[in-house]
């Protein structure tokens, strides 16, 4: 069965830098569009950053512009997603997902998710 593994959350203080990797298993991972998504507590999941099949197109949430960057490595079926100058506002749980359509934006496009992983930024 398909799964998707996110690991190397963690605590960090405010202007830290953490990566987060998502191992995708039980599925062709080059033909999957991949997002990065986070929810807070109390708020709905919003979408972060998405990378396209090939990692040539990404886009980012204007809230991360900047300061995050997506990746893929199709030859180890992972996603990346570095994180720098952290601010306690980007604690949350960060989700990967996987998407076979062309319209990545929206949140239902998207196939497969992972468990999550929590990122916790102080001040």
């Known amino acids: 069965q398909v799964q998707l593994v996110e690991s190397g959350g963690g605590l960090v203080q405010a202007g830290g830098s953490l990566t987060l990797s998502c191992l995708a298993s039980g599925l062709t991972f080059s033909t999957y569009h991949m997002g990065w998504f986070r929810q807070a507590l109390g708020k709905e999941r919003e979408l972060v950053a998405v990378i396209r099949r090939s990692g040539g197109m990404r886009d980012y949430a204007d809230s991360v512009k900047g300061r995050f960057t997506a990746s893929r490595d199709n030859a180890r079926n992972t996603v990346y997603l570095q994180m720098n100058s952290l601010k306690p506002e980007d604690t949350a749980v960060y989700y990967c997902?996987?998407?076979?359509?062309?319209?990545?934006?929206?949140?239902?496009?998207?196939?497969?998710w992972g468990q999550g992983t929590q990122v916790t930024v102080s001040s």
């Open positions: 997902a996987a998407s076979s359509y062309s319209d990545v934006y929206y949140r239902a496009r998207y196939d497969y």
